[in-house]
Structures are given as structure tokens and as C-alpha cells.
């Protein structure tokens, strides 16, 4: 896709997985794109309910539209042969969703695959690199929405593997960084089906990177400390001491945390964590709606309100924040928007 499609209105009239490849590489040139489709699939779904498509179920006037696909043919390479030996499963950490931050090893394992289970996470774009005749299922989980189990993810490997499949699992930063990556590694080993692990870039280190913020930094900071905030603080579920977690002098990483950011902020101010210590809260990352918002621990949650920032995001708390932007911008921000 040579064309400059920065603000261009695109009108895509098929909702289906593969037209999801072509619909991520539309909106990673910026452009405005609306779905016109009875149904899409669940990363289409996902893509709208996050604002960053429009989706219509009813016919729409194609004459508005600077560019209107109607057949979606997502494959750009696709010629790789696969060299076919026993079924397989390759987990392939995919990074936070710039299709230049997948791993050489990653790509080289999307050419070679029959079949591609991915979520929404993922850089859909990426599978353009996939082969014209490889099976892309999507499996994408929204959060409290339309999702698969992780028992049918992980029986969709094991099934297409015994009928002698190279399966490629493409998840969104790194597999076992919140990912239930080992679940699957687990489910495939007792079924006898052989993997492999393809690390990724993840968003907890990348996403703060893309806004131009270090996890840590010589002189201010010895380490950083990831955790999950999809359960809140107190919570039976919850295994996180958060006294323990104020007194760390680490900078500290939140993934999945929009909804309990409240109650997380709470738990560290009153364990003790000065409540001006500077937060950052990096949604989207790596993609063209990338959004950054600088703030305190105690202001944050108002000001992501305020300014409507929502999930998928990666909350940064501690003094790097407060460095202030890299001048130079990093890798993926720099080649965003253009058509190279
Ligand atoms: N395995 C993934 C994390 C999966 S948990 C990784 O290593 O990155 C999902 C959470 O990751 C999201 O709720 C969000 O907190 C974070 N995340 C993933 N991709 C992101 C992105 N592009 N921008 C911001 N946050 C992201």
C-alpha cells in the first residue's frame, strides 16, 4: 500500500478476519476508516468499540468515501514456502502493535504458517506477511465483552497441530508477560504437540519508551517493577502486597489497570507513596492513535477522565515520568503516518 492515506476517508465493505489485516494497515497509515458490514469480526468489534473505526451494519453512501474495497486480499508477501514436516505450534510474541517491532524470528514464522491464531493486541498488519492461503482465526478477548475461552484457544492448537498444521499463536507484546502464554505451552505439551517460544517486545517496557519515558535511569532509578491491575487492591484474587509495593524505590509499571486505577493509586498513597509523584498513563501504543498523558498519583485518574483515555494502556508511576519527553523519538513513533 504505496498511497499517502493520512486523513483519507476509506469505506472497507467486508468485516471478516483477513479484512482486519488490510483495516490495521489503513488506520497505521491514519486513515479514516469506516466498516460497513452486517457483522466483522471480534477484533473489528474491538477496533470500534475503541473509537478507532466506524462500524455500520446498514448500507452507506459510497460516494462519500475517498476509497471504497469491497474483495480485501490482506497478502503482501505470502510466497514463503513452508517447510512441511509434523504439526507444530510457534508462540510468537508480537510487540505492542507496530508491525516494526515484531522480531525477525516472528516474521519469518507468520510467512511459514498454515494457520494464525491472533487477538487484538497483536499488529494485525503483521499477517499481511502471512501465506494467501493461510487460516487467520481470530480469537481476540474484549475485555468484559465477545471473546474465545482460553480452553478453546488452547483446543484450537492442539486440534490443528495433530492434523500436521504449523500454527502460529500471535500475541500482542510478549507471551508470557501477562499473555497466558505458558497455559498454552502447557495445554500443547500435554497433548504431545511440539512448541516453540519467539519472545516479543513488550508494551510494559515499549509503551513507556514510545512516549519518550526510561524504566529506569542511571542516577534516578535501579530498577522497575510490572504488575497487573486487573484485580484490584484487596481483592481475594489480588496477590499484590501494595505497602510493599510503595516502599520498592522502583519505578512501577501498571498493565490492564484502567479500571482499578483509582483504587490502585489509593492503595500506594496510603501505603505511603507521595501522592505527587509523577504518572504517566500511554494508550494505544505503537499504533497511529497513540495517546500520552502526563499527571501525578493523584490527579491521575481525573485527568485520564478529563481527557478520555481508556484501555488498552500502560500506566507509568515514579520520577522518570518527570524527565520529560525523549527528544528523539523513538523507532516506531518516527515511521508512523508515513508511507515507507
Ligand atoms: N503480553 C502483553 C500484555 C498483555 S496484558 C505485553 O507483553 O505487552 C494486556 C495489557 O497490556 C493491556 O491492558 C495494556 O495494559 C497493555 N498493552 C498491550 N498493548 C498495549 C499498547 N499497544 N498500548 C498500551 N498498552 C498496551
Known amino acids: 500500500m504505496q498511497l499517502n492515506l493520512t486523513g483519507r476517508s476509506v469505506l472497507v ?3 471478516s478476519a483477513p479484512a482486519a489485516v488490510t483495516v490495521s494497515a489503513l488506520l497505521h497509515r491514519c486513515a479514516l476508516v469506516t466498516v460497513a458490514a452486517p457483522a466483522v469480526c471480534a477484533a473489528l ?4 468499540l475503541r473509537g478507532r473505526l466506524t462500524w455500520v451494519t446498514t448500507p452507506v453512501d459510497e460516494s462519500r468515501f475517498d476509497v471504497v474495497l469491497r474483495t480485501v486480499a490482506p497478502s503482501e508477501a505470502g510466497s514463503a514456502a513452508a517447510v512441511r514436516t509434523a504439526g507444530h505450534v510457534t508462540l510468537v510474541g508480537a510487540g505492542p502493535g507496530d508491525p516494526g517491532l515484531v522480531t525477525v524470528a516472528g516474521r519469518a514464522a507468520v510467512k511459514q504458517a498454515d494457520v494464525i491464531l491472533t487477538d ?3 499488529p494485525w498488519e503483521a499477517l499481511k506477511w502471512a501465506r494467501p492461503d493461510a487460516e487467520i482465526i481470530d480469537v481476540t478477548k474484549i475485555p468484559y465483552g465477545r471473546s474465545t475461552s482460553q480452553e478453546q484457544i488452547n483446543a484450537l492448537l492442539v486440534e490443528h497441530a495433530r492434523a500436521g498444521r504449523h500454527v502460529v499463536r ?5 507471551s508470557y508477560v501477562f499473555g497466558r502464554g505458558f497455559e498454552e505451552v502447557t495445554a500443547c505439551a500435554e497433548a504431545g504437540v511440539p512448541t516453540t517460544v519467539i519472545p516479543g517486545v513488550t508494551s ?9 519515558i526510561p524504566v529506569t535511569h542511571r542516577g534516578l532509578v535501579q530498577g522497575f517493577t510490572v504488575i497487573s491491575g486487573h484485580v484490584p487492591p484487596g481483592h481475594p484474587d489480588s496477590s499484590i502486597d501494595y505497602a510493599a509495593l510503595a516502599r520498592t524505590g522502583t519505578t512501577l509499571v501498571v498493565l490492564m489497570g484502567m479500571r482499578n486505577l483509582a483504587a490502585i493509586a489509593d492503595a500506594l498513597v496510603a501505603a505511603g507513596l507521595d501522592r505527587n509523584t509523577p504518572c504517566a498513563v500511554v494508550a494505544d501504543a505503537a499504533s497511529a492513535g497513540q495517546r500520552v498523558l502526563r499527571s501525578t498519583l493523584a ?5 485520564t477522565a478529563e481527557a478520555g483515555i481508556g484501555a488498552p494502556a500502560v500506566t507509568v508511576i ?5 524527565l520529560g519527553p525523549a527528544a528523539v523519538q523513538a523507532v516506531a513513533t518516527a515511521s508512523r503516518c508515513s508511507d515507507t
Open 120 to 122: 487484538r493486541l497483536a
Open 318 to 322: 515514579g520520577h522518570v515520568v518527570a
Open 13 to 15: 465493505l467486508d468485516g
Open 204 to 212: 510494559s517496557i515499549a509503551a513507556p519508551e514510545l512516549a519518550g
Open 299 to 303: 490527579d491521575v485518574v481525573a485527568d
Open 45 to 48: 468489534e474491538d477496533l470500534a
Open 170 to 174: 500471535f500475541k500482542g507484546g510478549d
